[in-house]
């Protein structure tokens, strides 16, 4: 059974930083795509950003881009969100995702496809 643990959250005044990383288990980590989702008190589940399972392709919500970034170690079992520049919008429970795809090309944007998802990290930002 393949496990997802998210750890890195806390409370972050606007402009700081936070780095979240996702530990996976139970299964082969280099043959996954990764994506990380976040949910705000009242809103739905929205995509956050993705990459591909060798690392070669990422994405990122409009919302995110140039503030966030994705990565992932394949020796580590660990994908990785830092997030810099953090608004009071960005508040909400992070949650990282897995799905079995070992295409280096192919990364994977909705939450629909993925098998796998953590327990989630709460991420506040104070204004």
């Known amino acids: 059974q393949v496990q997802l643990v998210e750890s890195g959250g806390g409370l972050v005044q606007t402009g700081g930083s936070l780095r979240l990383s996702c530990a996976v288990s139970?299964?082969?980590?280099?043959?996954?795509?990764m994506g990380w989702f976040r949910q705000a008190p009242g809103k739905e589940r929205e995509f956050v950003s993705a990459?591909?399972?060798?690392?070669?392709?990422?994405h990122y919500a409009d919302s995110v881009k140039g503030r966030f970034t994705i990565s992932r170690d394949n020796a580590k079992n660990t994908v990785y969100l830092q997030m810099n520049s953090l608004k009071p919008e960005d508040t909400a429970v992070y949650y990282c995702?897995?799905?079995?795809?070992?295409?280096?090309?192919?990364?994977?944007?909705?939450?629909?496809?993925?098998?796998?998802w953590g327990q989630g990290t709460q991420v506040t930002v104070s204004s």
């Open positions: 139970g299964g082969t980590f280099s043959r996954y795509a």
């Open positions: 990459i591909s399972s060798g690392g070669g392709g990422t």
């Open positions: 995702a897995a799905v079995q795809q070992p295409l280096d090309t192919i990364v994977v944007v909705t939450a629909r496809p993925y098998d796998y």
